[in-house]
């Protein structure tokens, strides 16, 4: 017995000397999010963007679990502007409610199976079901997309270049043999500015043995900022000026997200001010509508601020619970990040709307003051712009 239990052990330590070193310690896939629509429902996501225009209300819910699914419906009269439509989710939320946030040089594999009716045709504009953003830039950094190419329905990866805004598809297939039927799709990525992106489509369900794609891009630029993070989105994000548009919809189930190697510690946030008078645009309670949203702020107090504030009458943040002793006028201070020359509308409690112009950088704080007049006890503090894009609010102050 004592001779086998050596001989085990000095033919274990001959394996360990013989193994490859990137097989001691390397890195694995550890799962992160896998959601249930039974249990999770809408709130597996960080965030809706179903018809936030309010374009179709007789057809909410455009996103919404079904039977062990999440489906994504589009109608012809959905609008998200003047020449498009959007119905889509953003973000992952963990277990307990965090969101999920995909940091720089961090390497993510994201699973799911979609089903693509006939009804959801490619387009000559564009048609996106899946894309990869951060909240800072405009520009999404990668898409999965259903393009016309030489005039044959495609699906197809890509990623896009931040210095000319352009897209540039590296991985494509045919779309009507994958129609009216389940594909699993895997999109592998780094996010790092000298990242790669993988994309790997697979016709049936979990086991399907047919590869129909497997192509792998490198040396792309998958970061984009310093103080946001990347995320996923899901649904139907289309033009609406390509010809015989249809009712239509998206189903997706089985999402899995892993990392690779252990989780990034989240970041840590200055504190929000606590001072009298002081409300914080980012706080609980606070209304967000549209585009309006938090987001990392690295000098704001509290470490965020509100942004995509205005340009339309959707996009808008409404500060609630802003408290006065007395009936009168008041001082309001409005702290902000500006580019250049920028200005909110605000209402205060549904009145008359005052202009606040504001003059900055988008890297310092800025402030305006203006009066304001407040009621006994509570009031809500409305940021709007009908024209253009506002500043990003950080946090305002009533004296």
Same mark, same amino acid.
């Given at each position: 017995?004592?001779?086998?239990?050596?001989?085990?052990?000095?033919?274990?330590?001959?394996?360990?000397?013989?193994?490859?070193?990137?097989?001691?310690?390397? /890195?694995?896939?550890?799962?992160?999010?896998?959601?249930?629509? *039974?249990?999770?429902?809408?709130?597996?996501?960080?965030?809706?963007?179903?018809?936030?225009?309010?374009?179709?209300?007789?057809?909410?819910?455009?996103?919404?679990?079904?039977?062990?699914?999440?489906?994504?419906?589009?109608?012809?009269?959905?609008?998200?502007?003047?020449?498009?439509?959007?119905?889509?989710?953003?973000?992952?939320?963990?277990?307990?409610?965090?969101?999920?946030?995909?940091?720089?040089?961090?390497?993510?594999?994201?699973?799911?199976?979609?089903? %693509? /009716?006939?009804?959801?045709?490619?387009?000559?504009?564009?048609?996106?079901? *899946?894309?990869?953003?951060?909240?800072?830039?405009?520009?999404?950094?990668?898409?999965?997309?259903?393009?016309?190419?030489?005039?044959?329905?495609?699906?197809?990866?890509?990623?896009?270049?931040?210095?000319?805004?352009?897209?540039?598809?590296?991985?494509?297939?045919?779309?009507? /043999?994958?129609?009216?039927?389940?594909?699993?799709?895997?999109?592998?990525?780094?996010?790092?500015?000298?990242?790669?992106?993988?994309?790997?489509?697979?016709?049936?369900?979990?086991?399907?043995?047919?590869?129909?794609?497997?192509?792998?891009?490198?040396?792309?630029?998958?970061?984009?900022?310093?103080?946001?993070?990347?995320?996923?989105?899901?649904?139907?994000?289309?033009?609406?000026?390509?010809?015989?548009?249809?009712?239509?919809?998206?189903?997706?189930?089985?999402?899995?997200?892993?990392?690779?190697?252990?989780?990034?510690?989240?970041?840590?946030?200055?504190?929000?001010?606590?001072?009298?008078?002081?409300?914080?645009?980012?706080?609980?309670?606070?209304?967000?509508?549209?585009?309006?949203?938090?987001?990392?702020?690295?000098?704001?107090?509290?470490?965020?601020?509100? %942004?995509?504030?205005?340009?339309? %009458?959707?996009?808008?943040?409404?500060?609630?619970?802003?408290?006065?002793?007395?009936?009168?006028?008041?001082?309001?201070?409005?702290?902000?990040?500006?580019?250049?020359?920028?200005?909110?509308?605000?209402?205060?409690?549904?009145?008359?709307?005052?202009?606040?112009?504001?003059?900055?950088?988008?890297?310092?704080?800025?402030?305006?003051?203006?009066?304001?007049?407040?009621?006994?006890?509570?009031?809500?503090?409305?940021?709007?712009?009908?024209?253009?894009?506002?500043?990003?609010?950080?946090?305002?102050?009533?004296?």
């Amino acid at each position: 017995m004592r001779r086998h239990l050596v001989g085990a052990l000095a033919a274990m330590a001959l394996l360990l000397q013989t193994a490859p070193a990137h097989a001691v310690g390397a /890195p694995r896939w550890e799962t992160r999010w896998n959601p249930s629509p *039974w249990r999770d429902g809408v709130n597996a996501f960080e965030a809706l963007e179903d018809d936030r225009r309010g374009s179709h209300p007789e057809g909410l819910p455009h996103v919404r679990a079904d039977k062990g699914v999440w489906r994504f419906d589009a109608h012809v009269e959905d609008r998200d502007g003047s020449d498009r439509m959007r119905n889509e989710v953003r973000g992952m939320r963990a277990a307990d409610g965090t969101p999920l946030e995909i940091r720089k040089d961090e390497t993510w594999r994201i699973t799911y199976q979609m089903y %693509i /009716p006939d009804t959801l045709d490619a387009t000559t504009n564009f048609t996106h079901i *899946w894309q990869l953003k951060n909240s800072d830039v405009g520009t999404p950094i990668a898409q999965i997309s259903l393009p016309v190419v030489n005039g044959v329905q495609k699906i197809a990866a890509r990623y896009w270049t931040l210095e000319d805004n352009k897209s540039h598809d590296f991985a494509t297939a045919d779309l009507e /043999p994958i129609q009216n039927r389940w594909v699993t799709t895997t999109i592998e990525f780094k996010s790092g500015d000298a990242g790669y992106m993988r994309w790997v489509l697979r016709d049936g369900q979990k086991n399907g043995s047919r590869t129909i794609v497997d192509e792998k891009v490198d040396g792309i630029d998958l970061w984009w900022t310093e103080e946001q993070y990347n995320r996923p989105k899901w649904g139907i994000y289309r033009s609406i000026k390509s010809a015989g548009l249809q009712e239509t919809y998206l189903l997706v189930k089985d999402l899995k997200a892993e990392q690779l190697g252990p989780p990034t510690p989240p970041v840590k946030l200055p504190p929000p001010d606590r001072g009298p008078g002081t409300y914080e645009a980012e706080r609980a309670g606070n209304l967000f509508e549209g585009a309006a949203e938090p987001a990392y702020c690295a000098v704001c107090s509290g470490g965020r601020k509100v %942004i995509l504030i205005g340009g339309n %009458i959707y996009d808008y943040a409404v500060v609630r619970g802003v408290l006065s002793e007395t009936t009168g006028t008041r001082q309001l201070t409005v702290h902000a990040l500006v580019d250049g020359s920028q200005s909110f509308s605000v209402s205060v409690n549904g009145g008359d709307a005052i202009q606040v112009p504001m003059t900055g950088t988008k890297d310092t704080v800025t402030t305006a003051t203006v009066p304001v007049d407040l009621v006994a006890g509570v009031n809500t503090i409305r940021f709007f712009g009908l024209t253009a894009r506002g500043p990003e609010l950080d946090k305002i102050v009533i004296r």
